[in-house]
């Protein structure tokens, strides 16, 4: 079974940075798509950042020059650097990726437990 663990939440104050990682593991031929998202307290869940097997990226843009995601397939890892922060951040931060479990079959879409970030003073 693949299993996406996220990790590096944690307190930070405004303005300032935390690393997120999110390691795939279990049975992975390939992992397209990989991409970061947020929920904040009585909010619905939303996009953050999104990285493809190209290297292709796109964020929010609420996050865009402040977030950065990067990922190392040798790894089967998809990080997200986030830098800047503030209040508005504060969020459970969760991993998706599709990946290809086997040769026999399409990628499947999988997601984290998430990690929780808080922003305050």
């Known amino acids: 079974q693949v299993q996406l663990v996220e990790s590096g939440g944690g307190l930070v104050q405004p303005g300032g940075s935390l690393r997120l990682s999110c390691a795939a593991s279990?049975?992975?031929?390939?992992?397209?798509?990989m991409a970061w998202f947020r929920q904040a307290p009585g909010k619905q869940r939303e996009f953050v950042a999104t990285?493809?097997?190209?290297?292709?990226?796109n964020y929010a843009d609420s996050v865009r020059g402040r977030f950065t995601i990067s990922r190392d397939d040798a790894k089967n890892t998809v990080y997200l650097q986030m830098n800047s922060l503030n209040p508005e951040d504060t969020a459970v931060y969760y991993c998706?990726?599709?990946?290809?479990?086997?040769?026999?079959?399409?990628?499947?879409?999988?997601w984290g437990k998430g990690t929780l970030v808080t922003v305050s003073s």
């Open positions: 998706n990726a599709d990946v290809q479990a086997s040769f026999y079959r399409a990628p499947a879409n999988y």
């Open positions: 279990g049975p992975i031929v390939k992992i397209n798509t």
């Open positions: 990285s493809t097997s190209l290297g292709i990226t």
